[in-house]
T-cell receptor, first 111, second 110 residues
Framework: DGGITQSPKYLFRKEGQNVTLSCEQNLNHDAMYWYRQDPGQGLRLIYYSQIVNDFQKGDIAEGYSVSREKKESFPLTVTSAQKNPTAFYLC??????????FGPGTRLTVL | SQQGEEDPQALSIQEGENATMNCSYKTSINNLQWYRQNSGRGLVHLILIRSNEREKHSGRLRVTLDTSKKSSSLLITASRAADTASYFCATDKGTYKYIFGTGTRLKVLA
């Protein structure tokens, strides 16, 4: 079955630590996205990538970094510079001007 | 910045009733999409409507788009308890970048 996987499902981070969230897709989609969702809120775009080895900042990129070395993979690193990282993180992929397919999400909690 | 804004923020109806939620946006679009999110889960795509379309149906779902008013509506007919979820609209301005609204929380009471 084609789809998007995110791991881990739950992640705990100590203050000052960097953590990396995994996102993998086997849909052969060119574009991939990372969103942050806070309780009762909509989605805010962190980073997106239209093609391998290229990515752009979204609305709230500060404190985050990404890489796109392979078409299938778009990992997100939450750095210690992100002061309020506790949130639900959603990865998605799409073809051009098509709908986005979402992964199940990773819930990150800072201890 | 938020492009789409859903209205109402929350909606509670009885099973069997129809649910209508609206989305307004600010700038011209190529297409508009509706998604559903069950609590603590990823989003599921429902319908994509292009800027040259006025209405689309999918099962119990009906979406309309009025580009002159920069608004869209999602109608769920004969609602079921399983329809309880948050519903989001998302707009695409011709790039790969989609912008999501803040969502409508729908509760269907059995």
């Amino acid at each position: 079955d084609g789809g998007i996987t995110q791991s881990p499902k739950y992640l705990f981070r100590k203050e000052g630590q960097n953590v990396t969230l995994s996102c993998e897709q086997n849909l052969n989609h060119d574009a991939m996205y990372w969103y942050r969702q806070d309780p009762g809120q909509g989605l805010r775009l962190i980073y997106y990538s239209q093609i391998v080895n290229d990515f752009q900042k979204g609305d709230i990129a500060e404190g985050y970094s990404v890489s796109r070395e392979k078409k299938e993979s778009f990992p997100l690193t939450v750095t210690s510079a992100q002061k309020n990282p506790t949130a639900f993180y959603l990865c998605a992929s799409s073809i051009q001007q098509g709908h986005e397919v979402f992964g199940p999400g990773t819930r990150l909690t800072v201890l | 910045s938020q492009q789409g804004e859903e209205d109402p923020q929350a909606l509670s109806i009885q099973e069997g009733e129809n649910a209508t939620m609206n989305c307004s946006y600010k700038t011209s679009i190529n297409n508009l999409q509706w998604y559903r999110q069950n609590s603590g889960r990823g989003l599921v795509h429902l319908i994509l409507i292009r800027s040259n379309e006025r209405e689309k149906h999918s099962g119990r779902l009906r979406v309309t788009l009025d580009t002159s008013k920069k608004s869209s509506s999602l109608l769920i007919t004969a609602s079921r308890a399983a329809d309880t979820a948050s519903y989001f609209c998302a707009t695409d301005k011709g790039t790969y970048k989609y912008i999501f609204g803040t969502g409508t929380r729908l509760k269907v009471l059995a």
